[in-house]
């Protein structure tokens, strides 16, 4: 089934670019309009980052992010079908490479972090298509299962590996660091009971993953934030790439507070093209409540 749905979408996938684009973003509106809860949450988000400068700032940034939500959603098609070299060829621009070279002849492992803000697919590709060693790419199983044996076969290609969210694909990654290889993971899904700590978000308490200083902790990998800027009228991405502005230092509460501040900074850049619709702020069943709610529930029990 796998290889029949592979052969039928497989031409589609080398349609332009900028036809992808066009189609995403009618798609990105049509969901806007079917769906109340998508609405509302993209736009609850983007107005709680308090990122845009006023409210005409705001409706634009509303627009266009509606628009690429879509773009990034179609995307995907030709990111996995394509050949990687095909895709690496949409990259027209790169930001901070200097800091992957270094990474690169250091003789450390590397850890790539991307938030869902651009291309997500085209940057881990290219990453897979310019490093001389394994790329595992951390991934949990889209909602929509007929997608997933597409991402697998996308990401385990070149030099990439599909590692899944789930005790086996954390051995892998810790294995792949361990060897001095190269990892790539999103940072900014919230993470499941026990397994993250609450902090700031864009001036919101988010409970984040503590999975990449834990790892980072026993491989001392360089880590570096990075994302693909989605060009305009599909002209292709702008690679950037950015080290930490401080080092995990091994208190949960505190990592989490540096990996969300590195994650607002990436996200700053293109601020139109961040996922959110993304339920960022919700409180996984299981993990402890919020200080600020555990605090008020105290004082009423007081």
Request: aromatic residues 10%.
């Amino acid at each position: 089934m796998r290889k029949n749905l592979m052969l039928l979408l497989k031409p589609i996938a080398y349609l332009p670019l900028w036809l992808f684009h066009g189609l995403g973003a009618l798609l990105g509106w049509l969901a806007w309009l079917l769906s109340p809860r998508y609405r509302q949450r993209l736009a609850a988000n983007l107005q709680q980052s308090g990122i845009a400068q006023n409210g005409g700032d705001y409706k634009r940034l509303h627009r266009l992010s509606v628009s690429a939500h879509g773009m990034g959603a179609v995307e995907l098609l030709p990111a996995w079908l394509r050949t990687p070299e095909q895709v690496g060829r949409w990259v027209k621009e790169r930001d901070g490479w200097e800091h992957v070279e270094a990474a690169m002849q250091s003789g450390r492992p590397m850890m790539f972090v991307s938030p869902h803000l651009g291309g997500i697919e085209v940057c881990g590709v290219y990453i897979s298509t310019q490093i001389p060693c394994v790329l595992a790419a951390l991934y949990r199983p889209p909602k929509l299962k007929w997608l997933e044996p597409l991402m697998v076969t996308g990401r385990n290609r070149a030099n990439g590996r599909a590692a899944p969210a789930n005790a086996s694909g954390v051995k892998i990654l810790l294995r792949t660091l361990k060897e001095k290889q190269a990892i790539y993971i999103l940072p900014d899904q919230a993470p499941g009971a026990g397994e993250g700590a609450w902090a700031p978000f864009f001036g919101k308490l988010a409970y984040t993953m503590t999975l990449l200083p834990r790892l980072s902790k026993s491989t001392q990998p360089v880590i570096l934030m990075c994302f693909a800027e989605r060009l305009s009228w599909g002209r292709g991405f702008k690679m950037h790439f950015a080290p930490l502005d401080e080092a995990f230092g091994g208190d949960a509460q505190a990592d989490a507070l540096i990996l969300n501040r590195n994650v607002e900074a990436m996200v700053r850049r293109a601020p139109s093209q961040y996922l959110w619709s993304y339920n960022r702020y919700k409180h996984p069943a299981g993990a402890p409540l919020p200080p600020d709610l555990a605090e008020e529930g105290e004082g009423a029990a007081k």
